[in-house]
């Protein structure tokens, strides 16, 4: 449901704001450095064009949504006078970190009055743990109209609403481990309030904006589900962020090593084989593992692998060279149809591809054009374990896999 939004906006003046806003490279508890917001040209045009109603970003874990959203949300705000966009990311605790209002010259009247509905309504979600709370996403809208002043203050205006991470919020709510099979009724009833509100134009928004745009960013693959279940109501559609193409991952790598140099040379074509464009796990890589990338894989991508397959074995009661021999080549569709496609996307090791992409997705074996691995070391490492009959692979035989066995 394309708004008329993008009518008039000039391209190149919002790709550089977006660009202004940069990017942090880093890991939370390791801490970090700031650096240059790269690339996204084209996400920030098709983004733009799919703007109206409510729309999903979706994407792997640490592709860039966060950074992505909130920076289109600054810049859009900045380059249009009749723009209000505000970015909420749930899983901040405070209201200076988790609400940012973009607007160019807004009276004090309606800061206020979007500070009050999100001390009401967002507040006691990024501090509650009762997932009935959650009402508080499709109030918000309507509350900031009840608390202006005037009521037809905004009448002139776009509002652009960002709720990033309601998913992680929720499962942090539920305390619930990364496996466990949760259902998101709940967030999927915030989504359609606003997507069903649109798509029966009510009054509340049309009598009171000049549109509404609702985005969500959600890591998990429940995006996808609402999106499938929700049709097209209230404009509703996902859309598909993927990571930094090579060029632009391989930039970054380089920037990286000067700023924190690794011991040893490093192969940027393996880098790329095993991260895919990820800069969460680059910065994992970096910061946790000083460019270890044996270290890395051991610890994390190949003892995940090893859980999931053996957690399919057991509930198939199959020996593991019984379900490693169903799939010759682990391309993400032979994946998801022989070693159990459900739990792979659970444990955030296959995504789905779905709705439209904003991103140009890389032409590698690890992306097929309806499933992908969200990190290609988890494909390498599937395909040593086929190839050695045995979950029990070395890192090197991860490396031989990507390389061909030529290093
Ligand atoms: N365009 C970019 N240029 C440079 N760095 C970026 C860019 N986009 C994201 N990053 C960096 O990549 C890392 C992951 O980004 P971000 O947290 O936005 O991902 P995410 O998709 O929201 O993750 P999650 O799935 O956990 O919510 C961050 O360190 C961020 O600064
Ligand atoms: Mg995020």
Known sequence: MPS?????????????R?????AYFGVEELGGFPMIFRDREREVKALLRELGGVGIVYGPLGCGK?????????????????????YVNLEERTLANSLRTYAIGL??????????????????IITGTEPGLLVGISRFFYDLINELKVRRELRDKY?????????????AMLNVGDDAQVGYGVVEGEVMAYAGAIEEHSSVIYDNVRGLVVIFGFSNRVAVDIARRGGSKGGLNSLLLWYLPKEEFIGIINDVSRRAPPSKPIDVEVLWQLLGGNIRELAMLVLRYGWDVNAWLSSTVIRKVRDVIIHEVRIRSLEVNALLSRAIDPSPRNAYLHLGGDYLMRMNILIDIYGTVLSELPREPWVDSDFAYQLPAYYWA?????????????????????TGGHR
Not at 4 to 16: A, C, Y
Request: charged residues 30%.
């Open 18 to 22: 977006v660009k202004e806003g940069g």
């Open 382 to 402: 599937l395909k040593a374990m086929i190839d050695k009959s045995t979950v029990d692979i070395n890192p090197e035989d991860v490396i031989d896999e990507v």
């Open 107 to 124: 009276g004090s009247d309606v800061r206020n009055a979007v500070v009050k509905a999100f001390n009401s309504n967002i507040m006691p």
């Open 66 to 86: 966060s950074t992505f959203l909130r920076n289109f949300s600054a810049a859009l705000g900045g380059v249009r006078d009749d723009v209000i966009a505000m």
């Open 4 to 16: 008329r939004l993008s009518v008039g906006v000039n391209i190149d003046e919002l790709i550089n």
């Open 159 to 171: 509002v652009v609403l960002v709720f990033d991470e309601l998913d992680k919020r929720y499962r």
